[in-house]
T-cell receptor, first 115, second 113 residues
Framework: DTGVSQDPRHKITKRGQNVTFRCDPISEHNRLYWYRQTLGQGPEFLTYFQNEAQLEKSRLLSDRFSAERPKGSFSTLEIQRTEQGDSAMYLC?????????????FGQGTRLTVV | AQSVTQLGSHVSVSEGALVLLRCNYSSSVPPYLFWYVQYPNQGLQLLLKYTSAATLVKGINGFEAEFKKSETSFHLTKPSAHMSDAAEYFCAVRAGGNEKLTFGTGTRLTIIP
């Protein structure tokens, strides 16, 4: 297994267009997270899944954002009607359920630029 | 609620000198604490983590961190800086059954030849 994979690595889109990102977690990991990172900031939590169930969503996740994880494997994050403020790095991470504080493994991210 | 404060958004040290990156946390319950490193246009790589076992935690690339409950700190150190250590470092906390990581704003480490 080569770790968490994200596609595409870079996306440039015009304001108002829809975009979709994909994340393939480490195969045995049941938890999957999405974070957003803007320039000069730390990653901010967006949402997470345990298997196929979306268990928590941040208030940062407006109605234009939707995430899915069908069958508890890969996940997609869709942004509708993109705005310039959506420009950021979108990071996916996965982990195993572990009561001792299992670490999250991050992908290389998808950098979105809205023009 | 959980939060992390990283003191110093930029730190510069000479090659071979001690690296000290500061992190203070806030949590109402015993936390799990993490340090991640990020190279330009890359994702985050775990350096080390504290999970309530030993208070001195050793990580990859010669880094270590000490959990001090009385000071609510988890500072990252490395005895001798190397040019390859130049990167952005993030401290993160997870606590109280909260599954999300809360990150600090990061510290950019520059190594002076």
């Amino acid at each position: 297994d080569t770790g968490v994979s994200q596609d595409p690595r870079h996306k440039i889109t015009k304001r108002g267009q829809n975009v979709t990102f994909r994340c393939d977690p480490i195969s045995e990991h049941n938890r999957l997270y999405w974070y957003r990172q803007t320039l000069g900031q730390g990653p901010e939590f967006l949402t997470y899944f345990q298997n196929e169930a979306q268990l928590e969503k941040s208030r940062l996740l407006s109605d234009r954002f939707s995430a899915e994880r069908p069958k508890g494997s890969f996940s997609t994050l869709e942004i509708q009607r993109t705005e310039q403020g959506d420009s950021a790095m979108y990071l996916c991470a996965s982990s195993l359920t572990d009561s001792r504080g299992a670490e999250a493994f991050f992908g290389q991210g998808t950098r979105l630029t809205v023009v | 609620a959980q939060s992390v404060t990283q003191l110093g958004s930029h730190v510069s040290v000479s090659e071979g000198a001690l690296v000290l990156l500061r992190c203070n946390y806030s949590s109402s319950v015993p936390p799990y604490l993490f340090w991640y490193v990020q190279y330009p246009n890359q994702g985050l790589q775990l350096l080390l983590k504290y999970t309530s076992a030993a208070t001195l935690v050793k990580g990859i690339n010669g880094f270590e961190a000490e959990f001090k409950k009385s000071e609510t700190s988890f500072h990252l150190t490395k005895p001798s800086a190397h040019m390859s250590d130049a990167a952005e470092y993030f401290c993160a906390v997870r606590a109280g059954g909260n599954e999300k990581l809360t990150f600090g704003t990061g510290t950019r480490l520059t190594i002076i030849p």
